[in-house]
């Protein structure tokens, strides 16, 4: 059954990090909404490689919406977490338990949330000490799975991200 996935993201993304993933969603017949500050924006990747062009805008939507939530690192996430909008985006979803994917600097969305207590993930090298001042049990593996969240650490491990996000998705 396809799943409606809502991709936060702004610009400096981690290109890679938002197109793999994105590609096997929608290869797995599972659609895939942007979403920013405002619908029709367009945002680009900080390799420069990928423009996105927005969907909706964040006061446009809601988390009920949706099935999933994805959140593509680079610089994007930090970005977002100074938005209370998108923070209380992201904490509708893990409130709510649904599946959520955050690579690289993605779990960084999570810390504004004070919802790591007690939750295993992985992120990034920069963002380890963050996540663990947050409260999460902190690993470096290449994907770390704790119930709905499937977190994981940079563009090397996108094909054990995908396989776990798409195990979540069935």
């Given at each position: ?8 993201l702004t ?16 290869e797995?017949?599972?659609?895939v ?17 990928t ?7 964040i ?7 949706f ?29 709510e338990?649904?599946p ?7 779990p ?14 992985t992120?990034?090298?920069s ?12 690993k ?10 499937v ?7 996108l ?10 998705l069935?």
């Amino acid at each position: 059954m396809s799943k409606k996935i809502a991709t936060v993201l702004t610009n400096l993304f981690e290109d890679v990090e938002f197109t793999n993933p994105a590609e096997a969603f929608r290869e797995a017949k599972h659609e895939v909404i942007t979403i920013e500050k405002k619908a029709g924006n367009e945002v680009t990747g900080k390799q420069g490689e990928t423009t996105v062009k927005i969907d909706k805008g964040i006061d446009d939507v809601t988390p009920e919406e949706f099935d999933a939530l994805f959140i593509p690192g680079g610089f994007s996430p930090d970005q977002l977490r100074a938005d209370t909008r998108f923070v209380q985006f992201v904490d509708a979803f893990i409130k709510e338990d649904k599946p959520i994917f955050a690579i690289c600097h993605g779990p960084q969305l999570f810390i504004q949330t004070d919802r790591l207590k007690g939750r295993t993930v992985t992120g990034f090298t920069s963002i380890r000490k963050d996540l663990e001042n947050a409260g999460a049990d902190v690993k470096d593996e290449e994907v770390v799975v704790d119930n709905n969240i499937v977190t994981s650490r940079t563009p090397d491990d996108l094909p054990a991200f995908n396989r776990e996000a798409l195990k979540l998705l069935q």
